[in-house]
């Protein structure tokens, strides 16, 4: 890896072609686990994700000439490679929302290194926190997977990943006013379902008769 | 005066338009209800950044990098015959023919000098044994029958091993002990299937802890389950 730092990502592809390992070495650890970290977020399942990232790199090594240097660089290429496996995997998965949020979270099947257990590192606190906290990432979990897909990959780019709404638009390949109108909707879609599950209809009420406000409670300023 | 649409299309923007944020403020001392709906706004990012923070360590588990490599390793050109095959089968013609020759020519016209009949011929092997065969070393070598490729006993070594460690049954081992690695790696069964290891189907789906035996060029040669 520390022999090739900074070949074009074109040439690394011809050396991978050739069977170089370490030109595979470098594209593979750049990119990797963003790539899992995508499809596990818009999953849900780690041995999907693992199987997502994997038929990535075997699409990028059977066909190495499909990427075009000068169409992008070779993180989006890749990405959107994921992101049509990921559509593949809804398609042939029927889509399961979890009822129950907590389920995920006891479910046997998310190992240690799977999405859920993951919230369990904040072992040194205080149970009764850490069960609170542990309920709340469940839900939240639960909410963002039971977004529509191209919501749901939205809050995981912008909200999850953290990028900007122009590099979340490029890799979508979408204006970036869809971006934010999906982003808005998918906030209000996690609101609701949150309030939902934790049962705290909107402060509003509460609020606005302690303010002095019951007169215009509920009530839109148009 | 901003209305409640308006308010909500800015949402959690708020900062990123500091040209319409005073007055943004003055809708949100104004409106409950918006405010209410920006702080659940905002506890929800506040959890969606947790949760990020709790997922960005996952890492795809090391065996799909294995399993990768493996491909490009096959990806490799396999190296130029110096002779097409034509050539070796008129070479061993060739040689067949020489020693064919060789010895009819050396029996001379009288036919060959007797032998030991076939029946003595057949015994010879068990009856008497042949000298031992001297070892590259200058050693005597202990008689290998069948011929073993020398790689193979060091795996077949480590397999009888205390340590545990089992050879992958395509593992053409190609290191020295001292030169390779162990990575411990955590998988589901099924992944052992992808190693060439047989697997319990109704386990398949169990996680379990590895250690892979990683020879100098980066192959996996051995595996070890941890209890």
Redesign the interface.
């Known amino acids: 890896m520390s022999r090739t730092p900074h070949l074009r990502e074109d040439e690394l592809l011809r050396r ?6 370490e030109a ?2 470098q594209v ?1 650890r750049t990119n ?2 963003k ?3 995508f499809a ?2 818009m999953t849900g399942d780690p ?1 999907a ?2 199987e997502i ?2 038929d990535v ?2 699409i990028l ?1 059977r066909e190495p000439g499909r990427f075009d240097a000068s169409r992008g660089p070779l993180a989006a290429y890749l990405f959107g490679i994921a992101r049509n496996r990921v559509r593949k995997h809804f398609e042939r998965v029927p889509r399961e929302v979890p009822l129950e949020p907590e389920a995920m979270s006891d479910s046997p ?1 998310n ?3 799977g ?1 859920a257990a ?2 369990n ?1 904040a072992h040194l606190q205080a149970p009764g926190v850490l069960a609170e ?1 542990s309920q ?2 469940a839900q ?2 639960a909410a ?1 997977l039971s977004l529509p897909p191209e919501f749901r990959e939205t ?1 995981v780019l912008c ?4 990028l900007s709404y122009e590099e979340t638009a490029r890799l979508l390949e979408c204006p970036i006013g869809t971006v ?1 109108s999906r982003l ?1 909707r998918a ?1 209000a879609l ?2 609701a379902k ?2 939902m599950w934790r049962n705290t209809p ?3 009420a509460a ?2 008769a302690a ?1 002095g ?1 019951a007169g ?7 | 005066m901003m209305t409640c649409d308006e308010f909500e299309a800015l949402g959690l923007d708020l900062n990123r338009n500091p040209a319409r944020r005073a007055e943004a403020e003055e809708h949100l001392g104004s409106c409950a209800r918006c405010a209410a709906w920006l702080e659940s706004c905002q506890e929800l990012r506040a959890d969606l950044r947790a949760l990020a923070r709790e997922t960005e360590i996952l890492e795809t588990p090391m065996v799909v990098e294995l399993a990768l490599r493996e491909v490009v390793r096959a990806q490799r050109p396999q190296p130029r015959q110096w002779m097409p095959k034509w050539a070796w089968g008129l070479t061993a013609a060739t040689v067949v023919a020489l020693i064919t020759w060789l010895s009819w020519s050396l029996a001379g016209p009288m036919g060959p000098t007797p032998g030991p009949s076939a029946t003595q011929v057949a015994e010879t092997p068990s009856t008497r044994p042949s000298p031992a065969p001297v070892g590259l070393n200058g050693g005597v070598a202990a008689p290998v029958t069948p011929a073993r490729h020398p790689a193979a006993e060091n795996v077949a070594a480590l397999t009888a091993a205390d340590d545990g460690f089992v050879a992958l049954p395509y593992a053409v081992p190609s290191f020295a002990e001292d030169d390779s690695s162990v990575v411990r790696v955590r998988m589901q069964r099924a992944g052992l299937g992808a190693l060439g290891l047989p697997v319990n189907e109704e386990r398949a789906g169990e996680w379990v802890m590895v250690d892979l035996l990683v020879g100098v060029d980066g192959e996996a040669q051995a595996v070890r389950l941890l209890r």
């Open positions: 991978i072609a050739r069977g170089d390992e595979f070495a593979y990797h686990a790539l899992y970290r596990l977020r041995p994700a693992e990232v994997q790199f075997m090594l099947g190992g240690s290194s999405y993951s919230s590192r906290q709340r990432a939240v979990r963002v809050v909200e999850l990943e953290e934010r808005h906030r996690l609101l949150l309030e909107r402060q509003s609020n606005g303010a406000f215009k409670t509920g009530e839109r300023q148009r």
